[in-house]
């Protein structure tokens, strides 16, 4: 679709249905551009939960990369598929969701060429598995994976994180780990802005009305869920998960990469991503 106007970026009420289709569609229109500005810094097969850099290999979030083989893990709005590519060479079984069917023709580019992409959910050891879906209806059976992942993705952009966090918890095996990262609830209330204009703070960061770009007819065309961090650990709990850790990575020296808002002018001052590690009982 051609945006003949520039969408208008406002704070207002978006439900689930909007959210998502709103989402899909800029997923979509947006892949090749997302892909071309990120896709060197995220690499064809690297693992990074966020702008800081911050690599699973160094982390071990998901647990020890030895005991990563033959796991079968779930990647939640995996885009690219950069992170499932990097569990599949440890020997894990990943299966990469996404909702944007473009984000996941990207996968399948990158994947021919590295020669690790598979179909269905039944790729073995190597291989990545592509399933287009929304995070919020997981066309899984219960119990099919033993950990999930995401790095930024579905949970920002959901008006119900609890129903993909359920979802999540259905899907994964008794004392299965769920890892997310998503913009840390403290950006929400700075302008997204990398320089120091980002530093002041504009809004209160307990409003939690989304933020919302929509054309000129008032229909939303990319949409944004904020919850503060209390907000982020009851849905956690409510959804059934206890959590075990909350990391905030520290902007380290060698990133010299601005990503939209996120620079290291910022990083080194406030905190830009939240992991939240999760088990289910
Ligand atoms: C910022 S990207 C994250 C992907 C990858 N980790 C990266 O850093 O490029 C966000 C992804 O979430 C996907 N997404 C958004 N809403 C979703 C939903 N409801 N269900 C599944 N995927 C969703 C988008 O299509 C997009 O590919």
Redesign the pocket.
Known sequence: MSQDHEPEATRRESGETE??SA??A???RN?DD??RE?GDF?GDHRF?W?PEGLDEADAGLLGPVAELRERRVL?????????SRWLAEQGARPVA????HR?LQHARRIGDQAGTVGTGSGGGAGAVALVE????ALPFAAGSFDLAC?????L???ADPVR?LREVRRVLRPHGRLVFSVTHPVRWAFPDEPGPEGLTLTASYFDRTPYVEQDESGRAVYVEHHRTMGDRVRDVVTAGFRLMDLVEPEWPAWNRQEWGGWSPLRGALIPGTAIFVCERD
């Open positions: 959210s998502s989402n899909r800029w997923w979509d892949a997302y892909q990120h995220l990074v966020g990647e939640i709005g995996a885009g690219a598929a950069q992170c969701l996404d909702l944007s984000q879906g929304d995070a919020g995401s790095a930024y993705g579905a920002p952009f959901v993909v």
